[in-house]
């Protein structure tokens, strides 16, 4: 039971702003409990807040001003709550950091009421005009979803009275709803497809797991196309029938129509869908069913994990290995690691699908903490790639090309037969490096240590780092010399245009995500190219995600090291899932498929576990050498980044850190740095890390908000602490 307070009590409320503490109020007239969701005054403004419990006490009596109102919306229950605690204590994030997560949805105090929503209607208007044509297209990207006034007309970049004029011709349909109907209701009875041997053994042991009700965390390991998506909807199909509510977490990406549809046929119904391409009058639906229980399966992109479910029985975490659960920017959480956590305080299973685990999730199932569930073949008569390398120091590759004559061979072939091959290079733009060749000048970003790549659909030099594009210039910047800048190394589009001169035409398709300003668009791109309109796909990591391509058989990796070569801790890691992943693309239809490496270092460890597929072997190999040295996940990391205008600032308070480590050195904790950071300088800022190691069972947060407490940050300058760092730039 919630604690009540009656009026005029001290309650302590804790809200979303950017203050990390719980401010003490005066319940108001008719009282309220621990867990309203209210309104307060803050300052001259009225701010959401959640009651947290009792006030302080230490505030002034007669000064305390009352909550304004109590929201109608489902109180915040004890585990989420619980959860955000939790995960603030573990991030070493503010509480209301986490809040703020936990409430990313417009209008959640507004009373239910009836509003106007706009979908698309039938046929066109009389007269088309350019702005009519952008709504008219935006709704129909958004295939049978509605908008309000403002959200449509904002989207498409007109006026409310273009929407309007497009209602009076039928083209646009404007409809009262309630605000925040139900969802259709899932039907978990509907048959699943007959799973066989040992999809049916897994499939069984999972929903064991829900039906039992407690906490577990099983790892699903699997190739693509071995049935782990059909396998843990067998769970959800559980999850369902015993009332309790069901999250599948996917890459943002990954989150295509084929997916949705997929639940669809299973279940009969779509789910709930929580993503950035969602707009805002279905956020909020979203956020205020969840919190009622009429939302029983919500997919959607990390941020899912912090809706306020009321009784989460499964979470899904698919792909569990890919680097975009861990949230790079604000609170910096991972969001698979948060699932086990929300888990545990839910009571409810966590199902960690991959055909390449992170080594963390292989350690914790090696160590027992996990269950592991291995499905073992693919499903039906597709088969794994047979994959094989390109030795480059044997191939004729003419300077400035990059396909070698036998990866070309092999893509004739297709081309042929009337199949897709896909190239795969992770490196967006045109050319990685700009030099003069006069001077030997490189163009670098003027606010960022890192070179300019050029990008030529743009006809622009970019910046991966902040952004910053400049035009292409014609003489160097250095030393003037005009007509000698050129491009060094290749990027998707400079294959791209290899390729269209090795096979002129085929229709080449180039999937990179600056080439696509909305995610709906690659989307659809992605789609087509499935459907067969591309004979060869250009893909950067993009393409490794999760989509079914049934007419590739052809995957050629244009510079298998490119991963290899950095220093960082999970390279060999990333670059053993990567081509994995990236392999597993092809033949996924009827036919086998076949993977080409290119490779200059064909013995090389990591890429001989990628051709004889000893995948235990590989993650024995490298969990042994973790161990070795002491590093995640047989022990524990935490980057502090600091940032300032002047390097000087961020540098200084990095000495006086160092100097003064007395708290780390209590739990045995060894600092490293201060020390540029790889990238020194990004958007004007300089950078500069410390990094902070310890031993697997060492208080590393505690000691670290030991270590940080008396610290005073100068004006300028930014500190942000990183546990667990995936990335080290
Ligand atoms: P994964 O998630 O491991 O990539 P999926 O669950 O997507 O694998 O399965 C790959 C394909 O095989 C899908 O098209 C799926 O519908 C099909 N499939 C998997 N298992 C079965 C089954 N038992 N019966 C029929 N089709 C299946
Ligand atoms: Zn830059």
């Known amino acids: 039971m919630a604690d009540r307070f009656a009026e005029g009590a001290r309650v302590g409320v804790l809200t979303a702003e950017r203050l990390d503490r719980v401010l003490d109020y005066l319940a108001p007239e008719g009282g309220c409990g621990t867990g309203d969701f209210v309104e307060v005054p803050l300052g001259p403004r009225r701010v959401l807040g959640v009651v947290w419990g009792a006030g302080e006490g230490g505030f002034d009596a007669a000064r305390l001003r009352s909550v304004a109102r109590v929201l109608d919306a489902a109180p915040m229950r004890d585990e989420l709550r619980a959860f955000l605690e939790r995960a603030a204590d573990y991030t070493l994030t503010p509480l209301s950091a986490m809040l703020r997560l936990a409430t990313r949805a417009p209008g959640l105090g507004d009373a239910p009421s009836m509003q106007k929503i706009y979908r698309r209607g039938a046929g066109l208007p009389g007269r088309m005009t350019e702005p009519r044509a952008r709504v008219i297209e935006l709704l129909e990207g958004y295939g049978g979803l509605a908008f309000t006034l403002g959200e449509l007309a904002g989207e ?398 052809l995957v050629g990796v244009i510079d298998a090291d490119l991963g290899l070569q950095g220093s960082d801790l999970r390279a060999a890691e990333r670059t053993f899932q990567l081509m994995r992943q990236v392999a597993g693309r092809a033949g996924r239809g009827a036919e086998q498929g076949v993977a080409l490496l290119q490779t200059f270092q064909p013995e090389h460890p990591v890429i001989r576990a990628i051709l004889t597929g000893d995948e235990e072997g590989f993650w024995r190999a490298e969990a042994a050498e973790r161990r070795a040295a002491g590093m995640p996940p047989y022990g524990r990391l935490a980057g502090i980044i600091l940032s300032a205008p002047e390097a000087r600032a961020a540098f200084d308070l990095g000495t006086h850190l160092a100097r003064n480590d007395a708290a780390l050195r209590r739990i045995g904790a060894q600092l490293y740095g201060p020390a540029p950071a790889p990238i020194a300088r990004i958007r004007g800022r300089h950078r500069v890390r410390l990094l902070v190691k310890a031993a697997k069972g060492a208080p590393l947060q505690a000691a670290i908000r030991d270590w940080l407490a008396p610290v005073k940050l100068p004006a300028q300058v930014r500190l942000a602490v990183d546990i667990d760092p995936q990335s080290f730039f």
């Not at 956020?287 to 009784?311: N, T, Y």
């Not at 890919?322 to 305080?345: C, F, H, I, P």
């Open 156 to 553: 498409a970049g007109v006026s409310p009275t273009v929407v309007k004029g497009l209602v009076a011709s039928g083209a646009v349909l404007e409809e009262d709803t309630p605000r925040d109907r139900p969802y259709p209701r899932l039907d978990p009875a509907r048959p699943g497809l007959a799973l066989e041997g040992d999809q049916a053994a897994a499939a069984a042991r999972l929903c064991a797991g829900v039906a039992g009700g407690g906490y577990g965390t099983t790892l699903l390991k699997g190739v693509t196309g071995s049935g782990k998506t059909e396998v843990y909807l067998e769970a959800v199909a559980e999850c369902l029938r015993k009332g309790r509510q069901a999250l599948v977490l996917l890459p943002e990406i990954a989150l295509t129509a084929e997916f949705l549809a997929r639940v669809e046929r299973r279940f009969g119904a779509r789910p709930a869908e929580w993503h950035s391409g969602v707009t805002m009058v279905e956020r909020r639906r979203l956020w205020r069913m969840v919190g009622r229980g009429e939302a029983q399966l919500v997919v959607g992109a990390r941020s899912a994990l912090f809706l306020p479910f009321r009784d989460l029985g499964l979470i899904v975490v698919d792909e569990e290995h890919d680097s975009s659960y861990k949230q790079e920017e604000g609170a910096l959480y991972n969001a698979r690691d948060m699932a086990v956590l929300r888990a545990t305080l839910a009571s409810a299973q966590v199902v960690l699908a991959s055909a390449t685990p992170s080594l963390e999730s292989w350690a914790n199932a090696e160590a027992g903490k996990y269950a592991r569930l291995d499905l073992s073949a693919r499903f039906g008569p597709a088969e794994l790639p047979e994959m094989a390398t390109i030795d480059m120091r044997a191939e004729d590759v003419p300077a400035g090309r990059w396909i070698s004559p036998r990866l070309q061979r092999a893509v004739a072939a297709r081309l042929a037969a009337g199949r897709q091959s896909l190239l795969f290079l992770n490196r967006r733009g045109y050319a990685p490096v700009t030099v003069c060749r006069a001077c030997g000048h490189m163009i670098g970003c003027d606010h960022c240590d890192a070179r300019m790549v050029e990008h030529r659909f743009l006809k622009r030099l970019v910046c991966h780092q902040c952004g910053e594009t400049k035009p292409i210039p014609e003489t160097c910047p250095s030393c003037g010399a005009a007509d000698k800048l050129a491009p060094v190394g290749p990027g998707v589009e400079r294959l791209a245009e290899e390729t269209a001169a090795l096979f002129p035409g085929a229709r080449v398709a180039v999937l990179s995500s600056d080439l696509f300003t909305t995610a709906r668009a690659l989307k659809a791109q992605i789609e087509a190219i499935a459907g067969g309109e591309a004979d060869i796909i250009i893909g950067t990591q993009l393409v490794a995600k999760g989509h079914n391509f049934p007419l590739l058989t």
